[in-house]
């Protein structure tokens, strides 16, 4: 199975995402996109950005959901 990542800058996180809580947004990410369009993600994230790694052929539905969720 291929992957592919979106990376998502933290210092460009609005609200209602609070940024001095990195661990709960990568939790909030990963349970929507588990729970409203069933894709399994790994979620990462380092000092400047967040990394989703998704199923490439999921690679739509995930990021339509991430524009949802105001992050893209």
Known sequence: METSTI???????NEP????RIPAVLDE???????????PARITADSMTIA????TDRLPAATAL??????I
């Open 29 to 39: 990410i990963e349970a929507s996109l588990r729970e409203e369009a069933d894709i």
């Open 52 to 55: 989703i790694d998704v199923a």
């Open 66 to 71: 991430l524009r949802d969720l105001g992050l």
């Open 7 to 13: 990376r998502i800058a933290i210092r460009g996180l």
């Open 17 to 20: 995402w609070d940024t001095s």
